[in-house]
């Protein structure tokens, strides 16, 4: 979940704390392949809300969602233009639309973050490349999330790849340090200047969440609802996130239970 809220310090998690939002961040993973035959035409966000909202409550985690800020739901469904905290309702799914998932889980008071893009049946080619770079920025992003690195070339190597493909990053929303609170120090900018920030150390734990816009980078609160953030020209939006943790050898994807972000050891 993106979320400008951080008011102290960065955490340094211990390896017992560390486990525990392990452990949460699988829970949060979890939820995201059981929610997986649901995803289709004709289905409602509120229905893949109520699919999530018992698998979590069925491993006997909290979702953290619920209540936070005043938010009335237990996840984030953001469908085609919603760039992040689209509120689960009535609305069905379509053929041809394009949707996040966001789940934040709390599992024996540890928080574990992550969220994913699904398509609706046949996609347009348009759709299916914002996607791939929107899923390829959380890579790079992944990769320069190695102890002794600047934060904020997180930011500045995803900026500079989406823009390449003619793609807006989100400013207005970032990722941030997670584990112990929901939102934590860090903010993680996705736009960020080269060798910005301060120096990533072992035991950081925080989301990279890259929001990919196929227009211009700009959002628009609902003012009905005070969450549902959409791009302002109505084009297309794409967003993945995983939880991190910066260790002395290389970046470890709490939430990726496919290992597909897994970066072999050699390489640092």
């Keep these: 979940m993106a979320f400008r809220d951080t008011k102290s310090k960065i955490i340094i998690k211990t390896p017992e704390q560390i486990e525990g939002i392990k452990k949460s961040s699988i829970v949060a993973a979890q939820t995201l392949k059981a929610v997986i035959p649901f995803v289709k035409p004709g289905v409602s966000t509120g229905f893949l809300n109520k699919v999530c909202t018992d698998f979590i409550r069925d491993h006997k985690a909290i979702p953290a969602t619920l ?3 005043g938010y009335t739901k237990e996840t984030c469904i953001s469908v085609n233009d919603v760039i992040c905290h689209g509120i689960p309702g009535s609305y069905e799914l379509r053929e041809g639309d394009i949707v996040n998932v966001d789940v934040t889980t709390i599992l024996n008071g540890y928080f ?7 398509a609706i049946g046949e996609i347009s080619e348009h759709a299916k490349k914002l ?19 600047y934060l904020g070339n997180i930011g500045y190597e995803i900026n500079k790849y989406a823009t390449s493909f003619g793609y807006s990053v989100v400013y207005e929303f970032c990722g941030h340090g997670v584990g112990l609170k929901f939102h934590e120090e860090p903010e993680v900018s996705h736009v960020a200047d080269k060798n910005s ?3 990533l150390a072992p035991g950081m734990i925080f989301t990279i969440e890259p929001m990919i816009n196929a227009g211009k980078a700009r959002s628009k609160v609902d003012k009905k609802d005070g969450w549902t953030a959409r791009t302002i020209d109505g084009k297309l939006s794409a967003q993945f996130e995983h939880t991190i943790c910066v260790t002395k050898e290389k970046p470890l994807v709490l939430t990726d239970i496919d290992h597909e972000f897994e970066i072999p050891k050699e390489i640092f």
């Design 112 to 118: 574990g973050d992550t969220s994913t893009m699904f």
């Design 197 to 199: 920030g301060p120096k």
């Design 131 to 149: 996607i791939r770079v929107t899923k390829e920025c959380l890579a790079i992003g992944i990769r320069q999330s190695i102890a002794g690195n």
């Design 67 to 69: 209540g936070y800020h």
